[in-house]
């Protein structure tokens, strides 16, 4: 085939369709979760940090909670050792900030919550870490200076309802679920009654049951078929 023969063909081609995104939420039109929106204020600020690889997640939930809250900042990278602007709220000493992170050393996330009696209180600050599991170690040795930031950790009351994602551990919930529950005990811990919070876990759950809808229940999932197909390599069990 000669150059000319080549390029005509291409030309005759139909160019591929894409599929539009939504501009806010970033999700496709017919997954878009914003009409399900209903931004507030919370009574303590965030921070949430997002490895690049979750950004690119469909059913990441940080970009979700970040419309909802209006004094919420997403922040997207790798690592963020020596970031401008995260250097200079870790410096602020008009914040008081707290990295929610299950550490070894990380105190009680009602220790975070006291500062609110102190005779001169600071706006809290709640720094959360939006990964896999498995990639937020990695995402504190890569930004030291997130290690600055004092930790704390709480125990849910009940598992992470997010169908749609396995969590390692019966205990660990989703960015949007921990968020929930930070402002949720906050609010208890100060005695408010405060209730528009909750927009968080309405949007959530109604992006879960349209995620479901789209799930053929005919079809085996990527971990069932993942689990398949690790048996078939160990071969049947042996006979005793």
């Not at 921990?178 to 968080?200: C, K």
Request: aromatic content about 8%; hydrophobic content about 45%; glycine content about 2%.
């Amino acid at each position: 085939m000669d150059l000319a023969t080549f390029i005509a063909r291409r030309q005759a081609q139909t160019p591929p369709r894409y599929r539009k995104l939504c501009p806010n939420c970033r999700k496709i039109l017919a997954t878009c979760y914003c009409a399900a929106l209903k931004p507030f204020a919370a009574p303590v600020d965030f921070v949430i940090l997002q490895h690049e690889a979750e950004a690119r997640n469909a059913i990441a939930t940080a970009r979700m909670a970040h419309l909802s809250i209006s004094n919420s900042q997403l922040i997207v990278g790798r690592s963020f050792l020596g970031h401008p602007q995260i250097d200079a709220m870790i410096a602020d000493q008009d914040r008081c900030n707290f990295m929610l992170y299950p550490s070894q050393d990380a105190m009680p996330i009602e220790a975070a919550f006291a500062a609110v009696h102190a005779p001169n209180p600071k706006p809290l600050v709640f720094w959360v870490l939006d990964a896999k599991w498995a990639q937020v170690p990695k995402m504190l040795r890569l930004s030291p200076n997130l290690r600055q930031i004092p930790m704390v950790a709480f125990k849910p009351e009940s598992a992470s309802r997010f169908q749609l994602r396995r969590q390692p551990e019966a205990s660990y919930l989703s960015t949007i679920e921990s968020i929930h529950l930070v402002i949720d005990r906050y609010l208890q811990f100060t005695g408010q009654l405060a209730t528009e919070h909750h927009a968080l876990t309405d949007v959530f759950q109604a992006f879960v049951r349209q995620q479901l809808d789209f799930v053929d229940p005919t079809q085996a999932t990527r971990h069932q078929i993942a689990k398949a197909r690790r048996q078939a390599r160990r071969g049947p069990p042996s006979q005793t």
